[in-house]
C-alpha cells in the first residue's frame, strides 16, 4: 500500500509539474495558448501597418483584402491584443455606420462635362454619408448637366475604407485618370477643404500635371475663400459660415437664439483641426468675424492649438474669465469624423471634454458632434463656389 501511495504521489507530481510552469503556479498550456493569441493579433496588426500608408502600389489591392481575412481569422480575444505602430483593435472594430448608405462616385460613363469633389476623407462611415456626400449631393442637384465624381486626398483613410467596407474611393491621380480616360473635356475641381492650407496647395500641385489633358480646369474656392495676413480681416464666405454655423448650433442646442443660450450661461467651442501652415490665420479671422457679429460667447478652438490662442487652455481661460459657466463643443470640421469624436467628444482624459470636465470650472459641457458638410447652409456655400468657376 505504502508503495502505491508513494507512486501515485509521484505520478501525480509529474503530471502538476507538466500542468503548471516553475514555482509562479501559471499553467503551460495557458502561456502556449497566450503566445499563439499575441503572434495571431501581432501579424494582423503588421497587415494593418502596411497599409497605412499614403503612397498607393500595385499591391493596395492585395495588402487590403490580407488585412482583413488576418483580422477576419481572429478570435474575439486575439482581435483585442491587435496593437501595431499605427494598427489596433478599432481599426475594423469600430462601429462607424453603415458603409452601404455612402456613393464612392467612382463610376465611369462621365460625359464631357465633371465636377470633381475632393476631400481630404475620412473613415467613419456615417460622417461620410452625411458630410461628405451631403455636399456632394448638393452640388449634384444644383449642376444636373454636369457629372459629379469623387477623390479623397488621404490614401491611408482610402486603404481603411477598402479594407474594412470593400469601397473603393479614387485618390486624386486615380480621379484624374478616370476623368481623361472618360473624354472629359471641362473639369472643375471644388475641394471640400476648409481653406488654403497644406491640404489645398498639395492639390493645386498634384492637379497641375493633368492641365493638358482637358481643354478647361478650373479649380474652386475652399469653403472659407481667401485668407489675407491680418487676423482682423475677414471675407462674405466666412462671414456666411459664422451665421451658419452658430445659428445651427443654438438651434440645435434648444435655444431661441444666441442670446437665450448667452443669458443661460452658455459658450460655444467651434473646434477646428489646427494647423503650422500660414493658412492658421484663418482661424483668428473667424474670432474676429464672431466678435464683428456680436457673438460674444462664441469661441474659436483648434485640435493643435494653432494659432495660440485657439489651444485648449487660452480658450478655457477666456470662457472663464468671460464668466460663463455652460460649454458646449462642435466641430469647425467639413466631417465630424476621428477628431470629432476622439479629440473633442472622447472619453480619453486629453479629450476637449475630458480636460473641460475635469478642471472643475463649468457647471457642464456637451458636444453637438456634426460636421460641417451636413449643414445645408453650409453646403449652399459650396455650390455657390462651384458656379461660380463654372459662370
Request: hydrophobic share 40%; glycine share 8%; with cysteine.
Amino acid at each position: 500500500m505504502k508503495l502505491k501511495f508513494v507512486t501515485a504521489l509521484f505520478a501525480g507530481a509529474i503530471t502538476c509539474s507538466v500542468v503548471l510552469a516553475g514555482c509562479g503556479g501559471v499553467p503551460v498550456s495557458t502561456e502556449k495558448e497566450a503566445g499563439i493569441d499575441q503572434k495571431a493579433a501581432d501579424k494582423t496588426a503588421a497587415y494593418i501597418d502596411a497599409i497605412y500608408v499614403q503612397t498607393r502600389t500595385a499591391d493596395t489591392d492585395a495588402q487590403c483584402a490580407q488585412a482583413k481575412a488576418s483580422w477576419d481569422a481572429l478570435t474575439d480575444k486575439q482581435k483585442e491584443l491587435v496593437e501595431g505602430e499605427n494598427a489596433d483593435s478599432d481599426y475594423f472594430g469600430r462601429d462607424t455606420g453603415d458603409a452601404s448608405k455612402d456613393n464612392p462616385r467612382n463610376q465611369d460613363g462621365i460625359g464631357e462635362k465633371e465636377i470633381l469633389v475632393v476631400s481630404f476623407g475620412t473613415s467613419f462611415n456615417d460622417s461620410r454619408a452625411k458630410d461628405i456626400k451631403g455636399i456632394e449631393d448638393a452640388i449634384q442637384k444644383a449642376n444636373p448637366d454636369w457629372a459629379v465624381r469623387r477623390a479623397f486626398t488621404s490614401q491611408i483613410i482610402i486603404n481603411h475604407i477598402q479594407a474594412r467596407d470593400e469601397e473603393f474611393i479614387d485618390n486624386m491621380d486615380q480621379a484624374l485618370e478616370r476623368a481623361a480616360g472618360n473624354g472629359v473635356k471641362d473639369l472643375v475641381i471644388q475641394p471640400t477643404h476648409l481653406m488654403h492650407g497644406a491640404e489645398y496647395d498639395e492639390l493645386m500641385e498634384r492637379v497641375k500635371a493633368y492641365h493638358d489633358r482637358f481643354e478647361t480646369v478650373k479649380i474652386a474656392e475652399p469653403l472659407l475663400g481667401q485668407a489675407a495676413q491680418d487676423a482682423a480681416v475677414s471675407n462674405a464666405d466666412k462671414e456666411a459660415v459664422a451665421k451658419a454655423l452658430t445659428e445651427t448650433a443654438v438651434s440645435n442646442a434648444g435655444y431661441a437664439d444666441l442670446n437665450a443660450a448667452k443669458k443661460d450661461g452658455v459658450a460655444f467651442v467651434f473646434l477646428g483641426h489646427g494647423t503650422s501652415h500660414t493658412a492658421k490665420v484663418s482661424y483668428s479671422q473667424m474670432q474676429s468675424q464672431m466678435k464683428a457679429l456680436g457673438y460674444d460667447n462664441v469661441f474659436i478652438g483648434t485640435i493643435e492649438g494653432a494659432p495660440e490662442e485657439t489651444s485648449c487652455e487660452e480658450v478655457c481661460l477666456a470662457i472663464t474669465q468671460a464668466g460663463y459657466t455652460k460649454v458646449i463643443l462642435r466641430p469647425l470640421m467639413v466631417v465630424a469624423g476621428d477628431h470629432a469624436n476622439n479629440d473633442m467628444a472622447g472619453e480619453d482624459e486629453d479629450s476637449w471634454m475630458s480636460i473641460m470636465k475635469a478642471s472643475g470650472n463649468f457647471d457642464s459641457v456637451e458636444a453637438q458632434v456634426i460636421g460641417l458638410g451636413s449643414v445645408e447652409a453650409i453646403q449652399k456655400i459650396y455650390v455657390e463656389h462651384t458656379a461660380a468657376v463654372i459662370d
